[in-house]
């Protein structure tokens, strides 16, 4: 099984940064591969949304709405990621959900979620 834990959500004004990082932990005795992390979000009243993945691979992909605005790249440390979040928009406004797909020898491809993080953008 796998723990996923976000940081770096807050409150900022249109225009700003912020910077979110996730990181993806082992919680069982047996050997996680991680294959695809990233984040989506979701909005009050609202389902949640995908907004950007990155996979075993390397390949980035992101939503249209944050394309040119969010990068998506692994950290130093094994199995995290940081979101980089430039020209912040009130749209943007969301609980950010770090996400994880992994395996194992026994259990087939799960996802795993962060409790989330507030990213409030002032207008």
């Known amino acids: 099984q796998v723990q996923v834990v976000e940081s770096g959500g807050g409150l900022v004004q249109s225009g700003g940064s912020l910077r979110l990082f996730c990181a993806a932990s082992?919680?069982?005795?047996?050997?996680?591969?991680?294959?695809?992390m990233g984040w989506y979000r979701q909005a009050p009243g609202k389902e949640r949304e995908f907004v950007a993945l990155?996979?075993?691979?390397?390949?980035?992909f992101y939503a249209e709405a944050v394309k040119g605005r969010f990068t998506l790249s692994r950290g130093e440390a094994k199995n995290t990621v940081s979101l980089q979040m430039n020209s912040l928009e009130p749209d943007d406004t969301a609980v950010y959900y770090c996400?994880?797909?992994?395996?194992?020898?026994?259990?087939?491809?799960?996802?795993?979620w962060g409790q989330g993080t507030q990213v409030t953008v002032a207008s």
């Open positions: 996400w994880v797909s992994a395996r194992t020898a026994i259990l087939r491809s799960t996802n795993y």
């Open positions: 082992e919680s069982s005795s047996s050997i996680v591969i991680i294959d695809s």
């Open positions: 990155i996979s075993r691979d390397e390949n980035t």
